[in-house]
């Protein structure tokens, strides 16, 4: 089975490979390819995995190309990882947001909108090559901001393009430790966008345990997501958020931690990578240790504004081995062998969700087969939630609008209905440093 990764010299590439190097199952991938427009970064994520696969006779073979053509030719499965504009990009999306004093981040606020706006028409390029190109193929998306750029490649690809994200599987697994149930053996209520989802049960052999999590504040408090938004408000919510609606439920005292750090998650990231592709560059450099060094920074920083400003403290160690790739095999092997599973995916609402359209993009729990992801039907959000999913889809709508008709119109409405943007005014200045500062924003009249 052919693999193809879109951003294939990504710095999370080998997380990906490792999981395969631990699939010893029948229909197993035997051919990775990587594609990256980048011939430096393509060598130095090779380096790592030649190394991750030594001593391993089976190991799937790797080959690298900058044709994107050729890398999807042939392809069973395609997992879609860039990054349009690289963490340059990102750094910018958060300055020119955090002058205007709104949030920069990559997939909330005006930050996700400037990164949609660049990277959707990317995406549907790419969606539309894979329908010529490999139309038997399956497309598993990781790009952010995940569920808008999923919902832009399904107006070319149906059904075959589902959207992944680590952070559901990461919170159901974090309420299951703290309830003593096995994570693998809990069925997680869990519904909304992706970054903008809501547990609202956890249930384990047929019984709902989180009541038992919301009456206890103590044990509330003991992981993160309690740590991140307190007890009280966990209580008053009765459900657990994705950790991304901190951004929302204390966007000022976010958005003046971002202010005033030293640097921005995104000129950090920047930073951290430059060097360790610059060492890469050397070729007595161990490649697999370096990688690995700079991945535990990476994982242990994360959110760390958002985490000092509610006092949540450090990470635990078992939140710092990543989960995305896992999430991308059990879809793979579901799909590829008939291995039915259950997973929180990205797919089209279908009627889910009664509040969105059927072709609304969303993130819930589907039972995965040979045939694709189909979501399980859940009861309906309550009003607040209802209301906020409703206003950041209408945003994504208008991303997608104005990266179909290059409309500035299109793009000044979606910065304004934002629910963390709040002044048309601000929005018509967003869209003028942005453009001014990305060249990928240049279709935008």
Avoid at 28 to 41: C, P, Q
Avoid at 188 to 217: F, K, M, Q, S, T
Avoid at 220 to 231: A, D, N, T, V
Wanted: charged fraction near 25%; charge should be negative; aromatic fraction near 6%.
């Amino acid at each position: 089975m052919r693999l193809t990764i879109l951003g294939g010299g990504g710095f999370r590439v080998p997380l990906v490979y490792g999981a395969l190097l631990a699939d010893r199952g029948e229909g197993r991938v035997t051919h990775v390819v990587l594609h990256d427009l980048e011939a430096a970064r393509l060598s130095a994520v090779t380096r790592v995995l030649a190394e991750q696969a030594a001593g391993m006779p089976d190991a799937p073979e790797v080959t690298a190309t900058t044709d994107l053509d050729e890398a999807l030719r042939g392809a069973d499965f395609v997992f879609s990882a860039i990054r349009v504009g690289g963490l340059e990009g990102r750094a910018d999306d958060e300055r020119v947001a955090l002058a205007e004093g709104v949030l920069g981040q990559e997939t909330v606020g005006a930050g996700g909108i400037a990164y949609g706006l660049r990277t959707v028409p990317v995406a549907v390029d790419i969606a539309r090559r894979v329908a010529r190109l490999a139309p038997d193929a399956w497309v598993i998306n990781f790009t952010n901001p995940a569920g808008l750029v999923t919902e832009a490649m399904s107006r070319h690809l149906g059904d075959r393009v589902i959207g992944i994200c680590d952070s559901p599987v990461g919170l159901g697994r974090r309420i299951a430790r703290v309830l003593g149930a096995d994570p693998d053996r809990a069925w997680i209520d869990y519904v909304g966008l992706n970054h903008l989802g809501w547990v609202r049960g956890l249930r384990v052999a047929g019984r709902d345990e989180l009541p038992r999590l919301l009456a206890d504040p103590a044990l509330l408090g003991s992981f993160e997501e309690g740590r991140l938004f307190g007890p009280e408000w966990l209580r008053s919510l009765g459900a657990i958020p994705n950790e991304y609606l901190h951004y929302y439920y204390f966007n000022r005292e976010t958005v003046r931690a971002y202010q005033e750090a030293d640097r921005t998650r995104g000129a950090f990231l920047r930073d951290q990578q430059a060097r360790f592709y610059d060492r890469m560059r050397h070729p007595d450099a161990p490649a697999l240790a370096t990688w690995d060094r700079t991945r535990a920074e990476r994982e242990a920083t994360y959110m760390a504004e958002n985490r000092e400003t509610a006092g949540a403290g450090e990470r635990e160690a078992d939140d710092l081995s990543g989960g995305y790739e896992k999430v991308a095999l059990a879809l793979m092997r579901a799909v590829a062998r008939d291995e039915r599973t259950t997973l929180i995916l990205n797919v089209r609402n279908r009627g889910t969700l009664s509040a969105l359209d059927p072709d609304a993009v969303i993130e819930v729990p589907c039972l995965v087969d040979a045939n694709g992801a189909h979501p399980v039907a859940v009861d309906p959000l309550p009003g607040h939630a209802t209301g906020l999913v409703c206003a950041v889809k209408a945003v994504e709508r208008e991303v997608l609008s104005a990266a179909d008709s290059g409309s500035r119109t299109a793009a000044v409405r979606a910065f304004a209905l934002h629910p963390l943007v709040d002044s048309v005014n601000v929005a018509h200045r967003l869209v003028d440093g942005y453009t001014a500062a990305h060249a990928g924003l240049g279709y935008l009249r």
